[in-house]
């Protein structure tokens, strides 16, 4: 579906849901301009370039929490990375960027920006205050396709979060989800460091 869109052009999905025509085969420049013009995060996902404004305190403050929980459990051969790109497997110009990727500690030493999806351990993604259903419903659905094994959704809005196993990239979908909410552990793999505490997590204001 990426290549096919790429091929007839593409577009980019802004904050306030416009969209802005790219020319074919000129996804990936448009994102690395946008990116040194604006700041904001873009990812490729499906085929349209999606654009993600700066991180509130409250957002970044959870990707530390996060890391800072998950990292004493991981074993010495993975790190948790922050803002590191995860391709489509065979298609590096349809990518999404995890707040935090679990994968090979050696990938710190790289050149390379984007980490194989057979590589990610788990992807974790605090959900933003203004992201839309069908935006999240779509990322999720672009993770199992690429077949990362977990994907871990927190979202502040609500207190809750969303464990996701057992990819099927035929579907596009995980055949296992759990969900919980703070205060709950999350139940990440023993190769993982297993439960992972979710106490005192922030929630986003009114």
Known sequence: MASAARRRGGHVTSPAHHSI????GHLREAADRIEQATGMRVEIIGGTLVMSP???GKHAGIVIDLRDAIRPGLPDVCEAFENVSVPMPGDPDDYATPD????PRSFKDRDEWLLDADAVELAVEVISPNERLKGIN???AWYASARVTYLLQIDPRTGTWSLFSRPDHAESEYRGVIH???GESVPLPTELGGELNTNGLARYGA
């Open 21 to 24: 025509p790219v020319r074919p």
């Open 138 to 140: 779509e990322k999720t």
């Open 100 to 103: 935090l990727t679990i994968g």
């Open 54 to 56: 700066s991180p509130s």
């Open 180 to 182: 919980g909410k703070y």
